[in-house]
C-alpha cells in the first residue's frame, strides 16, 4: 500500500489506536500496552478472515495465506516504521 492510496480515515483511524495506546503506556509499560495491541490487531484480522469466510473449511483452507498476507503487511509497515525513527531518532525523542 503506497502513501498515495491511503486515506485519510486510515490515518484518523491509525492515530486514535495510538492515541489510546499512549494514554495507557501512561499507566503500563510501553510493551505491555504493545503487546496487547498486537494480540488486538491479530485477533481482529482473524475475524476478519472469518467473516469472509462461508465456513470453518474454507478458513482453515485459506489460513496460511491470510497469516502470510497479515505478517508480511506487518512486515512491511514495521520496516518503514523503524526506518522512519531512525532517520529521525534526535528529533522524535523516543526516551522521553
Not at 483511524?13 to 494514554?23: C, G, K, S, W
Not at 503487546?35 to 488486538?40: E, I, N, V
Request: net charge negative; aromatic share 12%.
Amino acid at each position: 500500500m503506497s502513501q498515495n492510496e491511503i486515506s485519510d480515515e486510515f490515518w484518523q483511524r491509525a492515530d486514535e489506536y495510538i492515541e489510546l495506546a499512549n494514554n495507557q503506556s501512561k499507566s503500563e509499560s510501553k510493551g505491555k500496552v504493545g503487546a496487547s495491541l498486537l494480540y488486538a490487531s491479530a485477533r481482529f484480522s482473524a475475524f476478519d478472515v472469518a467473516s469472509s469466510s462461508t465456513s470453518a473449511e474454507e478458513m482453515k483452507a485459506d489460513k496460511d495465506e491470510a497469516i502470510s498476507f497479515y505478517v508480511e503487511q506487518f512486515r512491511k509497515m514495521i520496516t518503514d516504521n523503524m526506518d522512519e525513527y531512525i532517520e529521525n531518532f534526535k528529533g522524535y525523542k523516543p526516551h522521553g
